[in-house]
């Protein structure tokens, strides 16, 4: 039998045409890919040139830093701790929970996807080698590399891949726009709390979404195929 939540995210016009739909998906997920690692290398391109987004680099952390308080640092600090420790915790539950039910496709996609992330982050920063800001010691105790941010990048691919399983389930609209918009907005304040606390530039963050997006895509479309061939049997 079709699995349900499959059945409930195709248009009728994909169920009438099956293949059309799956290619349709395929060329856009290539697409999408080709342009957040273009993205992704027109940024780490500018780097080593010193170009405009440097400068910008600069700029924005100058002036973040003459004008945060105790206060901000403080919340920022609270929320930095959602793209790390709580983040592995929440991957490390969900993952359990979808074993516990024997849903091994699920469980895999949520443990795989976070953990290459973080992989893939850590082997992207031994690439480019860049430092951080010189405002990162108040915070960062143990020297480690600033392109791109793991916080920017492992939390869309760790929120991001929870949040496509949760809208399998999510049958109210309104459910599925407010889960939407909590992560994207969690997502975002993350990246925004490592700029503030000076221990990232601007650039890290964004490099962290395009290659993090990119991997998400990856990783959710390896899913869907799975899926659809399990479900083809």
């Known amino acids: 039998m079709p699995d349900s939540n499959l ?3 195709v248009a009728p016009l994909a169920r009438k045409h099956p293949k059309a739909y799956i290619v349709a998906h395929v060329v856009g997920g290539v697409v999408l890919i080709a342009l957040l690692m ?7 391109d500018e780097l080593p040139e010193n170009g405009w987004m440097v ?4 700029a924005v952390t100058n002036f973040v830093q003459a004008r945060n308080s105790e206060g901000g640092e ?5 929320v930095s701790l959602f793209g790390a420790p709580l983040l592995s915790a929440l991957v490390a539950v969900m993952s359990l929970i979808y074993a516990s039910r024997r849903d091994w496709l699920r469980a895999g996609l949520v443990a795989f996807t976070a953990t290459s992330g973080a992989l893939l982050n850590a082997a992207l920063k031994q690439v480019f080698h860049r430092g951080r800001p010189e405002f990162a010691t108040e915070f960062i105790a143990h020297h480690s590399w600033s392109f791109p941010s793991g916080h920017a990048m492992e939390s869309l691919i760790g929120y991001g891949v929870m949040a496509y399983l949760l ?3 999510a049958g109210d609209a309104m459910w599925r726009r407010l889960l939407v918009a909590a992560v994207v907005i969690l997502i975002i304040l993350i990246a925004t709390s490592r700029v503030y606390l000076g221990v990232h530039y601007l650039s ?9 997006g990119a991997w998400l895509v990856v990783c959710i479309a390896a899913y869907r195929a799975e899926r659809r061939r399990l479900h083809a049997r």
Do not use: M, P, S
């Not at 273009?38 to 780490?44: E, I, S, T």
């Not at 400068?55 to 600069?58: C, T």
């Not at 403080?74 to 609270?78: A, D, G, H, K, L």
């Not at 890290?204 to 993090?212: E, K, N, R, T, Y």
């Open 7 to 9: 059945l409930r995210d």
């Open 38 to 44: 273009w993205a992704f290398a027109a940024l780490a």
């Open 55 to 58: 400068h910008l680099d600069h």
């Open 74 to 78: 403080r919340f920022f600090v609270v």
């Open 167 to 169: 809208l399998e389930h």
């Open 204 to 212: 890290d963050v964004i490099a962290g979404w395009l290659a993090g």
